[in-house]
């Protein structure tokens, strides 16, 4: 009976924490990952150009303005890696702690390294930039969090699914079963 109320509070916390996370519209991943990607960045340019900061979103490098606004900073990224990390029953705080750290991070140097190299395309004038960056934005945004969630399952060893592991075990727990 104990094991049962412990899987249900925690089934409880997991999905709380994600409706928390969720409102209003990811601003505390922005808040968060805005600054860890902007300063990077600046700083991976200072190695070629002489930028500057304008505000809390544009570096502007020889009068070339590059602005990261929210998409750029992929917030629903970062809270679909938290639903993937959140929606799996029957891991430990301490593990499941460790998980989300290693997914934010990896997604975070991923994201640095790809506005990095979009803008020194975007300041080189190249005339692949534009295919490029929807490429990256279409395309590359899904691989990245699924490469990332597929490598987390792999150095893990997540054994449970997302949702359906919970579903099965609310369902088993439940008086709907035969």
């Known amino acids: 009976m104990k094991k049962g109320i412990n899987y249900l509070l925690s089934f ?7 409706i928390v996370f969720a409102f209003p519209n ?5 808040f968060i ?9 600046y700083f991976l340019l200072n190695f070629f150009f002489e930028p500057s900061l304008i505000g809390n979103s544009v570096i502007l490098v020889n009068n070339s303005p590059i ?6 900073i992929a917030g629903s990224a970062y809270y ?8 799996i029953p029957k891991i430990n705080p301490v ?20 506005i990095f190299l979009l803008s020194l395309m975007f300041i080189a004038g190249s005339s692949i930039f534009d295919i490029t960056h929807k490429v990256f934005w279409y395309v590359g945004s899904i691989v ?20 359906y ?4 075990s609310l369902y088993k727990k439940s008086n709907l079963k035969k």
């Open 12 to 18: 409880i916390i997991r999905y709380l924490l994600l």
């Open 144 to 163: 990245f969090v699924v490469g990332i969630w597929f490598l987390e399952v792999k150095l893990f060893k997540i054994k449970e699914i997302p949702f």
């Open 95 to 114: 593990k499941r702690i460790k998980m989300i750290l290693f997914s934010f991070t990896l997604l975070l140097i991923l994201n640095i390294l790809r």
């Open 80 to 87: 679909l890696l938290l639903i993937f990390n959140l929606a």
């Open 165 to 168: 592991s919970d579903i099965k």
């Open 33 to 41: 990952f805005t600054p860890l990607t902007l300063y990077p960045v």
């Open 67 to 72: 602005e990261l606004i929210g998409a750029c």
């Open 26 to 30: 990811f601003w505390l991943f922005y």
